[in-house]
């Protein structure tokens, strides 16, 4: 099919509808791709399996070292991961909900660069700047077990408890069984069921080396594939002039502070994005570092193309309003880039999509198992690797049964609910112990925590009861959850003298 923009946007609309292009998101993409496009699709996915088996074999050479290095190079790579690895595997972990991302864009125009993109490069530098140095002087392994040397052991449990809610992958989960579903038709339920056994199949064996190795080829394909859909439509319909001119795209898309929504719920997004300073992903790859400068260079180098990928995805989304104006949100990017790509490059996008989400479904299926195996586990089972993939594979099984609840939501809503729990609860807690340590007790940590958590499940229950809507107005869940972590700070300082420092 040939595309084409005869200078008046009303007439290519039209020309537009006249042509072959689907607009129906669920139609199976497996018509549209070509045996060159097979070739190259297989090609990436056999690029990653080869990433996983080297890590895998990497990994058993360290099977007659002594335990404790066994468990070290599982979790951390033995704090041997260096720039390149850092930034492709911090870049790839952190971009598994491109359906989320684009879909927002889709709907709500610039105002998602704002909420998606400009409130998390923020929480990026602060990360790099005051916490990378504080987080590896601690010689911890895991987030929870950083929680444990700051403020104790009951801490560390609630920790993990806490983490482990914030990285079920059931938007992951939902996304790999849309992107199947979309290339094959059939039942979502058994693609999301088929995607998670295909995952757990290699994110279970070889440690994080393995994940690491496979982000690496993921990192590679993802940015290249978003780079080409902008590519061929700026040489097919024409730059932002052309957008700009565009009946199918709102002039309200092109304001990025006017997303139809209240400033609460903006305000919202800025702080769901300093979920960044207690997400257990950056905590792994920061202490998985060969040191601290590695570290905080990864994350200034991984901010700069998360600005190139956003840039690509928010102006992909853009072309796909103005080309399927009719279309599902929640697809019709990945609907209108495999239309407009020529054979070959369709196969190559279309593994760009999937390495998009796998690297961040591996990986945070790799870190449940780990936060199940090594911090929550009983003491008999602390560390073992078997016990590690058992963990792993649970958690994948609660996250699948999960997705029951929330296939009638929008897809940013969920990553919104998971994030904005742990978030609301850990964000103060930790940050306070960082600025003055010692100053909040074990038990103090918890029962600020605790209060969060009963403070935002509250709000929520009272939500789904009463019709209070206009009273709720501008108010999020996740603005009652901080309120409730203040009373254990609080009391923290008010019973406690500061210490010096070991």
Same mark, same amino acid.
């Given at each position: 099919?040939?595309?084409?923009?005869?200078?008046?946007?009303?007439?290519?609309?039209?020309?537009?509808?006249?042509?072959?292009?689907?607009?129906?998101?669920?139609?199976?993409?497996?018509?549209?791709?070509?045996?060159?496009?097979?070739?190259?699709?297989?090609?990436?996915?056999?690029?990653?399996?080869?990433?996983?088996?080297?890590?895998?074999?990497?990994?058993?050479?360290?099977?007659?070292?002594?335990?404790?290095?066994?468990?070290?190079?599982?979790?951390?790579?033995?704090?041997?991961?260096?720039?390149?690895? %850092?930034? +492709?595997? @911090?870049?790839?972990?952190?971009?598994? /909900?491109?359906?989320? $991302?684009?879909? !927002?864009?889709?709907?709500? #125009?610039?105002?998602?660069?704002?909420?998606?993109?400009?409130?998390?490069?923020?929480?990026?530098?602060?990360?790099?700047?005051?916490?990378?140095?504080?987080?590896?002087?601690?010689?911890?392994?895991?987030?929870?077990?950083?929680?444990?040397?700051?403020?104790?052991?009951?801490?560390?449990?609630?920790?993990?408890?806490?983490?482990?809610?914030?990285?079920?992958?059931?938007?992951?989960?939902?996304?790999?069984?849309?992107?199947?579903?979309?290339? %094959?038709? +059939?039942? @979502?339920?058994?693609?999301?069921?088929? /995607?998670?056994?295909? $995952?757990?199949? !290699?994110?279970?064996?070889? #440690?994080?080396?393995?994940?690491?190795?496979?982000?690496?080829?993921?990192?590679?394909?993802?940015?290249?594939?978003?780079?080409?859909?902008?590519?061929?439509?700026?040489?097919?319909?024409?730059?932002?002039?052309?957008?700009?001119?565009?009946?199918?795209?709102?002039?309200?898309?092109?304001?990025?502070?006017?997303?139809?929504?209240?400033?609460?719920?903006?305000?919202?997004?800025?702080?769901?994005?300093?979920?960044?300073?207690?997400?257990?992903? %950056?905590?792994?790859?920061?202490?998985?570092?060969?040191?601290?400068?590695?570290?905080?260079?990864?994350?200034?180098?991984?901010?700069?193309?998360?600005?190139?990928?956003?840039?690509?995805?928010?102006?992909?989304?853009?072309?796909?309003?103005?080309?399927?104006?009719?279309?599902?949100?929640?697809?019709?990017?990945?609907?209108?880039?495999?239309?407009?790509?020529?054979?070959?490059?369709?196969?190559?996008?279309?593994?760009?999509?999937?390495?998009?989400?796998?690297?961040?479904?591996?990986?945070?299926?790799?870190?449940?198992?780990?936060?199940?195996?090594?911090?929550?586990?009983?003491?008999?089972?602390?560390?073992?690797?078997?016990?590690?993939?058992?963990?792993?594979?649970?958690?994948?099984?609660?996250?699948?049964?999960?997705?029951?609840?929330?296939?009638?939501?929008?897809?940013?809503?969920?990553?919104?609910?998971?994030?904005?729990?742990?978030?609301?609860?850990?964000?103060?807690?930790?940050?306070?112990?960082?600025?003055?340590?010692?100053?909040?007790?074990?038990?103090?940590?918890?029962?600020?925590?605790?209060?969060?958590?009963?403070?935002?499940?509250?709000?929520?229950?009272?939500?789904?009861?009463?019709?209070?809507?206009?009273?709720?107005?501008?108010?999020?869940?996740?603005?009652?959850?901080?309120?409730?972590?203040?009373?254990?700070?609080?009391?923290?300082?008010?019973?406690?003298?500061?210490?010096?420092?070991?």
């Amino acid at each position: 099919m040939t595309l084409r923009f005869d200078g008046d946007c009303a007439v290519y609309v039209h020309l537009f509808k006249q042509t072959e292009l689907h607009v129906n998101a669920s139609i199976q993409i497996l018509e549209f791709l070509s045996r060159a496009d097979w070739l190259v699709f297989a090609g990436v996915l056999l690029g990653t399996l080869g990433a996983v088996l080297y890590g895998n074999m990497r990994q058993s050479k360290m099977k007659h070292h002594a335990e404790e290095a066994r468990m070290l190079d599982l979790l951390l790579m033995g704090r041997r991961l260096t720039l390149p690895l %850092f930034t +492709g595997t @911090l870049v790839a972990t952190w971009y598994g /909900g491109i359906f989320s $991302v684009t879909e !927002y864009a889709y709907d709500y #125009g610039l105002y998602s660069w704002v909420t998606q993109g400009f409130f998390w490069y923020v929480a990026y530098l602060i990360f790099a700047f005051f916490l990378v140095h504080r987080i590896r002087d601690t010689h911890a392994r895991t987030m929870p077990d950083l929680l444990e040397k700051l403020f104790g052991p009951r801490s560390g449990k609630m920790g993990a408890w806490l983490n482990l809610f914030n990285v079920l992958p059931v938007i992951y989960i939902m996304s790999l069984g849309i992107f199947l579903q979309m290339v %094959f038709g +059939g039942e @979502l339920w058994l693609w999301m069921v088929l /995607g998670v056994l295909g $995952v757990l199949a !290699y994110s279970t064996v070889g #440690g994080l080396r393995a994940v690491v190795f496979s982000d690496m080829i993921q990192f590679v394909v993802m940015c290249t594939a978003v780079i080409l859909v902008i590519v061929f439509s700026m040489k097919t319909f024409g730059g932002l002039g052309w957008l700009h001119a565009s009946p199918s795209i709102p002039k309200g898309h092109w304001n990025p502070f006017d997303g139809g929504v209240s400033l609460g719920t903006t305000l919202v997004w800025g702080l769901v994005a300093l979920g960044t300073l207690v997400d257990p992903n %950056f905590y792994q790859r920061c202490l998985a570092a060969k040191d601290a400068k590695t570290a905080r260079r990864g994350i200034l180098l991984a901010t700069l193309v998360w600005v190139g990928f956003d840039f690509c995805t928010t102006f992909g989304a853009f072309y796909a309003r103005a080309a399927l104006p009719d279309a599902s949100s929640a697809t019709a990017y990945v609907t209108y880039s495999v239309q407009l790509l020529p054979p070959g490059l369709r196969g190559f996008f279309l593994a760009g999509i999937l390495a998009t989400i796998l690297s961040t479904l591996d990986s945070y299926l790799f870190l449940s198992g780990t936060i199940v195996a090594y911090d929550l586990a009983p003491r008999k089972f602390k560390g073992s690797v078997k016990f590690h993939h058992l963990g792993t594979i649970g958690v994948a099984c609660l996250a699948l049964w999960m997705t029951h609840w929330f296939q009638d939501d929008k897809l940013v809503n969920i990553w919104k609910f998971f994030g904005g729990f742990s978030t609301a609860c850990l964000l103060l807690p930790l940050l306070t112990g960082f600025a003055f340590p010692q100053r909040i007790s074990d038990m103090n940590f918890v029962i600020s925590c605790v209060g969060g958590i009963l403070a935002m499940s509250l709000f929520y229950g009272v939500r789904a009861v009463w019709d209070l809507n206009e009273f709720w107005v501008g108010f999020e869940p996740f603005y009652f959850g901080l309120l409730g972590t203040l009373p254990g700070i609080v009391v923290s300082f008010l019973v406690s003298k500061p210490k010096e420092m070991a």
